[in-house]
C-alpha cells in the first residue's frame, strides 16, 4: 500500500531564509509526485508534480522539488522565502491508476518578518 | 463553471440526521474525486468516479457513506445518519482525465452537532 510521510508538521522560518520541506513515500510501483499548498482560508492548489523526464521539477514562484527514487523522497525547497508563502504544504503520491491522491498529514510553513 | 464548485459552503447538521454534499465539476472533466480533510486525519481519499462509475470506494468510511455522480457532471456525496466523527471539510476535485492535474473545490465544512 502507498503511504506519505510529511517528517515535519511545522515550520517555521524567517523571511529570505532557505526552507526545505520533507516528504517520503512507499509504493511498489511507479509512482507521480506532487505538492500541493492551502493557503489560508483557500481550497488546495498544486503547486507542481513530477509524473517523468527530469527528476527536478519547479513552480512558477521559486519552489522546486526533486524525485530520489532511491530515497524514496520528494522534497519540497526554495532557497528564499516570502511571508506570503505562509501556508500549508501537502504531498501526495499517485500510482497512476485510478488517478486518486495519497496525502501526507501536511507541513504548515510560518514565514516570519 | 471556471472552477470546481461545492456546495454548501458550510452545513451544520444534528447527529442521527441524513446531508447531501454537491459538487459541480469543470465543464469537460470526465474524473472527480471526492476526499475528507479533518484535523488528526489529514487528507483522506473517499471514492472517485470515471464517468458516471466509480471503479474505487475503498476510502468510504462506512456504509453510511454513498456517492452517486449522474450525466458525467454533478455528484452528490451522502452521509446517512450522522455522527460527530463525520465533522470535517469535503473537498471535490475533478481532472480532464484520469492521471491529469486535479483542481479542488473549495470544499464543505460540515459541523456534526
Known amino acids: 500500500a502507498q503511504s506519505v510521510t510529511q517528517l515535519d508538521s511545522q515550520v517555521p522560518v524567517f523571511e529570505e531564509a532557505p526552507v526545505e520541506l520533507r516528504c517520503n513515500y512507499s509504493s511498489s510501483v511507479s509512482v507521480y509526485l506532487f505538492w500541493y499548498v492551502q493557503y489560508p482560508n483557500q481550497g488546495l492548489q498544486l503547486l507542481l508534480k513530477?509524473?517523468?523526464?527530469?527528476?527536478l521539477v519547479e513552480s512558477i514562484n521559486g519552489f522546486e522539488a526533486e524525485f530520489n527514487k532511491s530515497q524514496t523522497s520528494f522534497h519540497l525547497r526554495k532557497p528564499s522565502v516570502h511571508i506570503s508563502d505562509t501556508a500549508e504544504y501537502f504531498c501526495?503520491?499517485?500510482?497512476?491508476?485510478?488517478?486518486?491522491?495519497?496525502f501526507g498529514q501536511g507541513t504548515e510553513l510560518s514565514v516570519k518578518p | 463553471g471556471a472552477g470546481v464548485s461545492q456546495s454548501p459552503s458550510n452545513k451544520v447538521t444534528e447527529k442521527g440526521k441524513d446531508v447531501e454534499l454537491r459538487c459541480d465539476p469543470i465543464?469537460?472533466?470526465?474524473?472527480l474525486y471526492w476526499y475528507r480533510q479533518s484535523l488528526g486525519q489529514g487528507l483522506e481519499f473517499l471514492i472517485y468516479?470515471?464517468?458516471?462509475?466509480?471503479?474505487?470506494k475503498s476510502g468510504l468510511p462506512s456504509d453510511r457513506f454513498s456517492a452517486e455522480r449522474t450525466g458525467g457532471s454533478v455528484s452528490t456525496l451522502t452521509i446517512q445518519r450522522t455522527q460527530q466523527e463525520d465533522s470535517a471539510v469535503y473537498l471535490c476535485a475533478s481532472s480532464f482525465t484520469l492521471n491529469t492535474e486535479a483542481f479542488f473545490g473549495q470544499g464543505t465544512r460540515l459541523t456534526v452537532v
Open positions: 513530477y509524473l517523468s523526464g527530469s527528476t
Open positions: 501526495a503520491v499517485s500510482e497512476g491508476q485510478g488517478g486518486k491522491l495519497i
Open positions: 465543464s469537460g472533466h470526465t474524473a
Open positions: 468516479f470515471q464517468g458516471n462509475s466509480a471503479p474505487d
